[in-house]
């Protein structure tokens, strides 16, 4: 399991986020980071191509070294000023408070052992008038399809690198002391269970 966590599930979340709808989220959604940039689980840097000139610097944190060896290679072609933090989200991050215009945080809250920790980080360092945009999958409000993800969720996170089919993510950025100012709702192509989404934006309440 370690050579595959390490090895393999990199290049299959690459792969698997790599697609038409979750490409049209971001380019919704990305343009809109302004400033000084926190990205929460950079990944293979897939939100890259689509942020705009008015993101400064952007800082990306993720555990993984070879999804950073990929986004290394998007840095380049695009040209831009990252920084990439090689740590858990739930690790307290090495900023000082309300440094962070934007916060971003995309398919991320799904995989995080305690994102409830994680997103205090961001809370702590996201300026007063600062924002979170979010793209994340989660919970139904349908009750059927709900409850397919409770009872999926205990195989599912073994396979997806820890990704959690159930979890509510309106209610986490709110127990993490975040005010919704933009929230919407849909599932996208494919299994319900695995599709529903949440697209937003927060900002420290």
Known sequence: MPFYKKYILPHVID?????????????????????EVLEIGIGSGLNLPFY???????RGVDPSVELQRMAQK???EHGLNVEFL????????????ETVDTAVVTWTLCSIPDPQ???????????????????????????????????????????GGGCHL?????????????????????????????TYTYQGLARPS
């Open 15 to 35: 792969l698997a986020m790599r697609n038409k709808d979750a490409s049209r989220l971001r380019a919704l959604w990305i343009p809109r980071a302004r400033g």
């Open 52 to 58: 705009s000139a008015g993101a400064h610097r952007i």
């Open 74 to 76: 998007r840095v380049s």
């Open 86 to 97: 090689s740590q858990s989200a739930e690790e307290p991050l090495d900023l000082p408070a």
């Open 117 to 159: 920790r994680a997103l205090q980080q961001v809370r702590r360092v996201l300026k007063r008038d600062g924002h979170l945009i979010f793209i994340e999958h989660g919970r139904a409000a349908d009750p059927k399809v709900a409850a397919w993800q409770d009872r999926l969720t205990p195989a599912w996170k073994h396979i």
């Open 166 to 194: 159930n979890r509510k993510v309106d209610d986490l950025l709110r127990a993490a002391g975040f005010q919704i100012v933009e929230l919407a709702t849909c599932y996208l192509p494919g299994p319900r269970p695995m």
